[in-house]
Nanobody, 123 residues
């Protein structure tokens, strides 16, 4: 069974940090680009970051540049999203998703999705 499983979400105060993990089972992430998306209540799903499979190129939404870092550990079949200097507007359900080789900004291009993990930034 092919699946992605996110973990690491939770409640954090503004300015705090969290590290999300996206672990794959049933397939290897080596040939997939992995994107992180988020969806806040009443809002559309938006792309946050992506890391390609070919050369490890990374991409970030303007709203998270300089605060979030995406990385991958192919040996562990896992992709991470390190989130620092968190703001209340980062509150959302975060999803990871896999697409062949190259990053895409369109959620419809992604083949596999995790179930999501809740991130809440509040004092």
């Amino acid at each position: 069974q092919l699946q992605l499983v996110e973990s690491g979400g939770g409640l954090v105060q503004p300015g705090g940090s969290l590290r999300l993990s996206c672990a794959a089972s049933g397939f290897t992430l080596d040939y997939y680009a992995i994107g992180w998306f988020r969806q806040a209540p009443g809002k559309e799903r938006e792309g946050v970051s992506c890391i390609s499979s070919s050369d490890g190129s990374t991409y970030y939404a303007d709203s998270v540049k300089g605060r979030f870092t995406i990385s991958r550990d192919n040996a562990k079949n896992t992709v991470y999203l390190q989130m620092n200097s968190l703001k209340p507007e980062d509150t959302a359900v975060y999803y990871c998703a896999a697409v062949d080789y190259y990053c895409s900004g369109s959620p419809t291009e992604y083949d596999y999705w995790g179930q999501g993990t809740q991130v809440t930034v509040s004092s």
